[in-house]
């Protein structure tokens, strides 16, 4: 009981000011609530529509007496809203339409709708009213993925040269995979230096390491922009050789910034892994004729596996997030993942595609771990 | 044992890892007007911009006063939840736990945007109190898993003792358990101000032009107008986070 009393007060106030608002977000990603207020009769009509052709008149009353109770009622806009970011001309063909039925008593809505816009006549512009029913939605998921369904329910990518957020996450797993890669082939000798040396010239070893990884990602990433800067030492150097290349604003800047600042935190899960690999096992073999490269690789590289994949989860993982990096030393085309959901949410006000956006971040980053897991699980059990 | 082959390589990430943080302190002390070398000479020319413009001043003013705002507050209730999670096995131990280190599990572009959203709607944004909620619960975590660090070193049978020797729980807790952790709970509050002090993607979301902080202004001035001044905040900061992560371990040692 008194534990609960001391636990509860931290869990309290991250479940309001933390887990709450980023579960209310992330629900923006999959909820749909902005059209069915406004088209209730609409969306009942269309319910057995089989989403070929246009519906017939029945559906057009509805629809014509929704938008003149959503235009008195105030739904109307945030309804045409929504309905614009699937299909972009929904916000006009709704204004001209709610304008050609103003009058209850104006004749047959289907002739006036479908002279207000011709968009009407499209199965298309229907489907997009169906598909926003809600509550639920895998319309901004689909989006984020560029994908979308049709009037009848099926799902097709978007044509090639609207593709743009495949193309962010291929992106961003490919520049975290270089990095990872980067880490793991310049942090291993490290590790394995510090695990095997003598405690005392080890110290001074580990300060090099700890010395970055305590100074924060962006004060390393201000120094990458001096160091790759045209004035910068880099470029100076080079340019005893000729003109010098652009080191900064590419994606040659965001992996070595990106690798500096991980490389501790591949460094340190395989230190923790190799110091616990017997030391005699290596001499053992030495004295059994190997060579230190044959006993290096034979005896010590297999037992250091689970530190070899705790370390590359952990870069991977934060690298598919990395925002500020990439921002200030990237190029503005080579953006990663974490650059659009800021981008979305902030300058387009899309919230939801930047919660769905978010969703596949967390989505990748829940199945990687799991997937990691099962091996990282099986090489601790062996080596122990 | 035979390293020699590991040492050439080691010897060359260790200089790769260490020199770019070391090579921003004599830059910053340059007094050419360009973030490079060669340097035309040495000052505090960029040290008196940072301290002198307003935009630099505010941002450091900002950064502190967040700092400590957060570090209070993720101290006092992070505290008393690793003191209550300490040698605790009860049901659901394992999802209070993920709770607890969800904020740093949550990549900080999400966190940013969420918070965002709903500070917005609760008039949290544009002022320094949503930011201290924001930066408490982003380094609460901290406290918590630095504290149950060092408490996993201490004697569990110091605190039975105490009972047995006639002391009441509460007394038990004030002249045993706290003076024990205190050290603990330091390191944790150190802890918590430096990743406070550095925290950027939050803060260029949530703050309005009242509360930009020393990150966020680097930030800015490295997207537009970059100067050597960002090279004198990055090494204040660099100092007072290397000093803050430093201390640490050394109070931690201490506890045990």
Same mark, same amino acid.
């Given at each position: ?11 309290v %106030?991250?479940?309001l ?14 909820? &749909?609530?902005?059209v ?8 009942a009509a ?7 052709? =246009? ?6 009353e ?5 938008l003149r ?7 109307l ?5 929504r ?19 103003a ?14 816009d ?27 993925? &560029?994908?979308?369904?049709d ?11 609207q593709? =743009? %957020?495949?193309?962010v996450?291929?992106?961003?797993f490919?520049?975290?995979?270089l990095?990872t890669?980067?880490?793991?082939l ?6 394995a ?12 070893m ?8 305590w100074t924060?990602v ?12 045209h &004035? ?13 290349p ?5 994606? %040659?800047?965001v992996?070595?910034a ?16 190799m110091?616990?690999v017997?030391?005699l096992q290596?001499r053992?073999?030495?004295s ?12 010590w ?6 530190g ?7 870069v991977?993982?934060?690298c ?5 990096t ?5 190029g ?5 993942l974490?650059? %659009? ?11 939801a ?5 978010s969703?596949?971040?967390?989505g ?9 897991a ?9 080596s122990? | ?7 050439v390589?080691?010897a060359?990430v260790?200089?790769?890892? $260490? ?8 830059? #910053? ?8 070398? +060669?340097?035309r ?9 940072l ?7 505010q941002?450091l003013?900002n950064? @502190?006063?967040?700092?400590?705002g ?5 101290t006092l209730?992070?505290?008393?939840a690793a ?20 904020p740093?599990?949550? +990549? ?6 969420? @918070?965002? !959203?709903?500070y917005?709607? !609760?008039?949290?944004?544009g #002022? ?5 909620v ?9 406290? $918590?898993?630095?504290? @149950?660090?060092?408490?996993?070193? !201490?004697? /569990? ?7 047995? #020797?006639?002391?009441? /729980? ?5 002249? $045993?358990?706290l003076? @024990?952790?205190?050290?603990?709970i ?15 993607v939050v803060?260029?979301f949530?703050?309005g ?5 020393l ?5 800015a ?14 090494t204040?900061?660099? $100092?007072?986070?290397v000093? !803050? ?5 050394l109070?931690?040692r201490?506890?045990g």
């Amino acid at each position: 009981m008194r534990r609960a009393g001391l636990i509860a007060p931290l869990l309290v %106030f991250l479940l309001l000011a933390f887990i709450g608002p980023v579960v209310a977000f992330l629900a923006r990603g999959v909820e &749909d609530d902005a059209v069915a207020p406004a088209f209730p009769r609409t969306l009942a009509a269309l319910a057995d529509w089989n989403g070929q052709g =246009v519906p017939g008149d029945p559906t057009f009353e509805a629809l014509a007496e929704d938008l003149r109770a959503a235009r008195a009622a105030g739904t109307l806009n945030p309804a045409a809203a929504r309905l614009n970011t699937d299909r972009s001309e929904m916000r006009g063909a709704i204004a001209a339409a709610a304008r050609a039925v103003a009058d209850p008593a104006g004749g047959p809505a289907r002739d006036a709708i479908l002279r207000a816009d011709p968009a009407w006549g499209e199965s298309e512009t229907w489907g997009a009213i169906r598909r926003a029913a809600g509550p639920w939605t895998t319309y901004h998921l689909l989006a984020a993925l &560029d994908f979308k369904r049709d009037a009848a329910g099926a799902i097709h990518s978007d044509p090639p040269e609207q593709v =743009v %957020f495949r193309t962010v996450l291929a992106r961003t797993f490919a520049i975290s995979g270089l990095v990872t890669l980067l880490c793991l082939l310049l942090g291993y000798p490290v590790a394995a230096l510090l695990a095997l040396l003598p405690w005392r010239a080890a110290g001074l070893m580990a300060i090099c390491v700890l010395l970055p990884f305590w100074t924060g990602v962006i004060v390393r990433s201000a120094a990458w922009m001096a160091l790759l800067g045209h &004035d910068g030492p880099v470029a100076g150097a080079l340019s005893l050789f000729g003109p010098p290349p652009a080191l900064l604003f590419n994606r %040659f800047a965001v992996v070595l910034a990106m690798t500096h600042i991980q490389l501790p935190f591949m460094i340190l899960p395989l230190l923790a892994v190799m110091r616990r690999v017997p030391r005699l096992q290596w001499r053992a073999a030495s004295s059994l004729g190997a060579a230190p490269v044959a006993a290096f690789l034979r005896i010590w590289l297999p037992q250091t596996v689970p530190g070899v994949i705790a370390g590359a989860l952990l870069v991977f993982l934060q690298c598919l997030g990395f925002y500020v990096t990439p921002a200030l030393l990237g190029g503005g085309a080579d953006q990663m993942l974490a650059y %659009f959901i800021g981008a979305e949410a902030t300058r387009s006000g899309n919230w939801a595609l930047a919660a769905a956006m978010s969703l596949v971040l967390l989505g990748a980053t829940a199945a990687l771990a799991l997937v990691a897991a099962r091996p990282m699980r099986a090489a601790m059990a062996r080596s122990a | 044992m035979k390293t020699a082959f590991l040492s050439v390589p080691g010897a060359l990430v260790l200089a790769f890892l $260490v020199l770019p943080v070391l090579i921003i302190v004599p830059l #910053s002390f340059s007094t050419g007007p360009f973030l490079g070398f +060669p340097l035309r000479g040495l000052g505090l020319r960029w040290y008196e911009t940072l301290l002198a413009s307003d935009f630099w001043r505010q941002g450091l003013e900002n950064s @502190l006063i967040l700092a400590a705002g957060a570090t209070v507050c993720s101290t006092l209730l992070g505290t008393p939840a690793a003191l209550g999670l300490w040698r605790a096995r009860f049901r659901g131990r394992g999802v209070v736990m993920g709770l607890i280190l969800a904020p740093i599990v949550v +990549p900080a572009i999400v966190t940013a945007v969420a @918070l965002t !959203l709903v500070y917005g709607r !609760l008039g949290l944004t544009g #002022s320094l109190a949503g930011l201290i909620v924001a930066h408490t619960a982003m380094t609460a975590p901290f406290v $918590v898993i630095t504290l @149950l660090a060092a408490l996993s070193r !201490l004697d /569990p049978l110091l605190g039975r003792a105490a009972a047995a #020797s006639g002391a009441a /729980p509460f007394a038990a807790f004030l002249r $045993v358990t706290l003076p @024990l952790a205190a050290p603990g709970i330091a390191a944790g509050a150190a802890f918590a101000c430096a990743v406070s002090l550095d925290e950027s993607v939050v803060a260029l979301f949530l703050a309005g032009p009242g509360q930009r902080t020393l990150p966020r202004q680097m930030f800015a001035a490295m997207r537009e107008a970059p100067d050597p001044t960002i090279l004198a905040a990055a090494t204040l900061l660099a $100092v007072l986070s290397v000093a !803050l992560l430093a201390a640490a371990p050394l109070l931690r040692r201490r506890a045990g």
